[in-house]
């Protein structure tokens, strides 16, 4: 059975800090993604990184800010995400993706996980 489990989220004010992780399991897959979704919003990519080679590709709005990291022998994915803004504030989803490139379109993602609330305030 796959699965792709996110946790970590929570409250904090601007320029404060949060670490995500996501736990995948049931198959192989080869790259990771976070996305997230604001209310009225439409889902956004956020970063991704491959397992093998630890290959990333971000966001403009995250560049500098976030970053994404792999422990491979703990299937686990972590966003640390530093100096965090109002407008972070969204429902952030860990994806598993089949490909072995760092996308950034949520169709190459095959497995999503339940989602985790990051709210910043002013």
């Known amino acids: 059975q796959v699965q792709v489990v996110e946790s970590g989220g929570g409250l904090v004010q601007a320029g404060g800090s949060l670490r995500l992780s996501c736990a995948a399991s049931?198959?192989?897959?080869?790259?990771m993604g976070w996305f997230r979704q604001a209310p009225g919003n439409e889902r956004e990519f956020v970063a991704a990184?491959?397992?093998?080679?630890?290959?990333?590709y971000y966001a403009d709005s995250v560049k500098g800010r976030f970053t994404i990291s792999r422990d491979n022998a703990k299937n686990t994915v972590y966003l640390q995400m530093n100096s965090l803004k109002p407008e972070d504030t969204a429902v952030y989803y860990c994806?598993?993706?089949?490909?072995?490139?760092?996308?950034?379109?949520?169709?190459?993602?095959?497995?999503w996980g339940q989602g985790t609330q990051v709210t910043v305030s002013s």
């Open positions: 049931g198959r192989t897959f080869y790259t």
């Open positions: 994806a598993a993706s089949g490909r072995g490139l760092p996308t950034g379109r949520s169709g190459d993602y095959d497995y």
């Open positions: 990184i491959t397992w093998s080679g630890g290959y990333t």
